[in-house]
Structures are given as C-alpha cells and as structure tokens.
C-alpha cells in the first residue's frame, strides 16, 4: 500500500488525496505515515507546499460541501466521483415517469433526506482522512511542513469542529491537532483553542477516562486566554464548575491539579467551586472530602489577590469555625478531613502560621463561651 501512496503523489495530487480518503484502515494508516514521515523539506523541491496547499483546498471545498448539505442543499442526480467539491445547488425537478406512490411529498422528502446522509458520510469519511493526513504533517519528526503551509488546513478545521459533533473520531483527530499546535507553540496557537478545549473538556466529563483528563491538564495555560466576564463562555464556565464533582477529576492527580489550578482564572469561578465544595461536605465519601482538602492547599500555595482572599476568608476560615461550631460529631469530622489538606502539610513553610491565624479567634470565642 505505501508503494500505492508513493506513485499516486509523484503522479498527481488529486489521485494522492483520493487514496487517503478511500484507504483508512489501520495498516494503511500506518503505510501512509510511513511514506510521510519520510518526506522532507529540500530547498530544490516545492512538494511539500504544493501538498500543503492541496491539502487545504480539498479540506475547504469539503467543509462548504458539508455545511450545504446541512442547510438543505443536494446536487443534481448523477453527479459522482468529485461530486463533493463541486458548489452544491437545489434539487432541479426533472421530468421522468414515476408511479403514484412516488409522488408523494413524504417519499420525495424521505429520499432526498437518505440522499444526503450517503452524501455527509462519504465528505465525512474524506475529512477524516484529510484531518489525519495534516495530523502526520505536524507530527513530522523533522518538521518537514512549515507551519505556515499547514495553518489554513488547521485554522479551518478548528473553526467548523462544532459541525462534527455526531463523529467522534473526526472531532478527536481535529482535537488532537490543536492539542499538538499548542504544544510545539506554533504561530497562531491562541486561535485554535475557542472550539478545541470545549470539545476536549466535554469528551473528558462524559468519558471519564484517565487520558482525557491528562490531555486537558496538559493544555491548562490555554485557559487563560479567556475572557471569563464575558458571557458568551458561559457553557465553558459550568463544564469547568462540573470538573468539581466528576470523579475522574477527583481520583486522578492531573484532575486535582487541574482543578487547583481553576482558582487561579478568575475569582468568581472561585466561588462557585468552593460553593460546591461546601455542599458535598456533609454526605461527600471520605476520598471525595480529602480529595476536596488537597485541592484546597494545592489553590491557595498558588492563588494570588482576590482568588487567595477568597480562599481564605470565605472558604477555609469557613470550615475551621464549621468543625467547631457543627451541630453534629459526622458533620464535625467530615470538615475536618477537608482540613486535613493543610493539616497533613502543617510542616510546610507558612502553613502553621496560616491555620494558627484562622483558629486562634475562634478558639478564643468558643472557650469565652464555655467559661461564662
């Protein structure tokens, strides 16, 4: 198969990117990154940009095909082979003998619709291929593609990711593009995380898996680029609040890391995790509670201004007069196995000053009490 790849791209581009997107399995995969990986960036040869540039023509012209699809559109009967890239136009009504059964309104809608699913799924098979192929190339070892022959490709999948939501696979691969953009700080990387990191916190919360969770603390920074004040994040905002109480978050270190870390953006997202913190408390499991409690202590080594007061007149000066002053002995200890974050690292530079600080007025108040 990799003999296949390599004559049709010294024959011509269009046959090369028809390979890709009618062979995908994984042993042709593998043949495919074979042949790519072994390309290279010579001064006396321009292949690699003429690709590039193929490669984000083919995607464009599948993407405007896709959308068009979506907003009603199909293509005149019997347009095959490149019918994809063509501008797609409203049905024309063609004259031709049809029985009675035919000519109803509800089996003309019925075929046109099944008409157009064939057609979203083979230009959703082609961007597979394609989203993988561009994948390849910035996964190059020798970096072999300039980044900015690759740009267009990846800026034009990240823009129309919410449009695959029904394929998983097409929405993970593109995903994983952003994620490998970010992570070699290539130019433009801030303008491929508006669609991506939704996509990567959503698939983390409904999945629940170990690595779902490592990709999203791996792109933590990317996070910092929103605006939170503005409304318009808003769903991102709750994904992230719901982050507090999805157990692969709580279980794994990356989780609690990344959840610390969330004290840090912005101080309004500040409270409404310490909110659901506190409202776990009084029924959480004893893992969920410490869980709570290093995540706590991780936040306020790190928080700075209005995030660390936050912290620690509205959250952990809480808990001290709550394991005090509970109403019951179970409420009691479970306030204290969130305290236990700090307690345990008590010996750690500024943390006994800290707890100190918080208990000594309200140890003062409650044995007034008692000796009145």
């Known amino acids: 198969m990799e003999d296949n790849f390599r004559k049709a791209l010294q024959s011509s581009l269009e046959e090369f990117l028809d390979l890709v997107e009618k062979h995908q399995s994984r042993s042709e995969k593998s043949c495919l990154k074979t042949l790519v990986w072994s390309l290279n960036n010579k001064p006396s040869s321009n292949s690699i940009s003429k690709l590039c540039d193929a490669l984000s023509l083919y995607t464009t012209r599948a993407i405007f095909a896709f959308e068009n699809l979506s907003n009603g559109y199909g293509q005149e009967d019997g347009e095959e082979g490149n019918e994809i890239f063509k501008t797609p136009s409203p049905q024309k009504k063609r004259r031709r003998r049809i029985t009675r059964s035919q000519r109803s309104p509800i089996h003309e809608a019925v075929r046109t619709e099944l008409e157009n699913d064939r057609r979203r799924a083979k230009i959703l098979n082609s961007l597979r291929g394609y989203s993988y192929l561009a994948q390849l190339c910035i996964m190059h070892p020798q970096k072999a593609f300039p980044p900015a022959d690759l740009f267009s490709t990846v800026h034009t999948l990240h823009d129309k990711l919410v449009l695959f939501e029904g394929d998983c696979v097409l929405q993970d691969c593109i995903t ?110 004893n893992s969920v509670l410490e869980a709570y409690g290093e995540i706590l202590y991780k936040a306020w080594r790190f928080a700075k201004g209005s995030s660390l007061e936050e912290i620690e007149n509205n959250c952990i000066q809480g808990l001290v007069e709550g394991a005090i002053y509970a109403s019951s002995k179970t409420l009691a200890s479970s306030i204290r196995k969130v305290l236990g974050g700090f307690i345990s690292q008590r010996t750690q530079d500024g943390v006994e000053a800290f707890l100190y600080r918080l208990q000594e007025p309200v140890l003062f108040r409650a044995l007034q009490v008692c000796s009145q």
Request: glycine residues 4%; contains cysteine.
């Open 176 to 285: 994983a593009i952003c994620e490998q953009w970010w992570r070699d700080s290539l130019p433009g990387k801030e303008s491929l995380i508006a669609q991506s990191l939704p996509c990567l916190l959503a698939k983390s919360l409904s999945v629940g898996r170990k690595i779902d969770v490592h990709r999203v603390y791996s792109m933590r920074e990317a996070f910092t680029f929103f605006d939170f004040m503005d409304d318009s994040i808003d769903d991102l905002k709750h994904m992230l609040v719901r982050c507090a109480l999805t157990p692969s978050y709580l279980r794994t270190e990356d989780g609690r890391r990344f959840l610390a870390f969330l004290f840090g953006l912005n101080a309004q997202l500040v409270k409404e995790l310490i909110t659901i913190f506190r409202s776990q408390i009084p029924f959480g499991r």
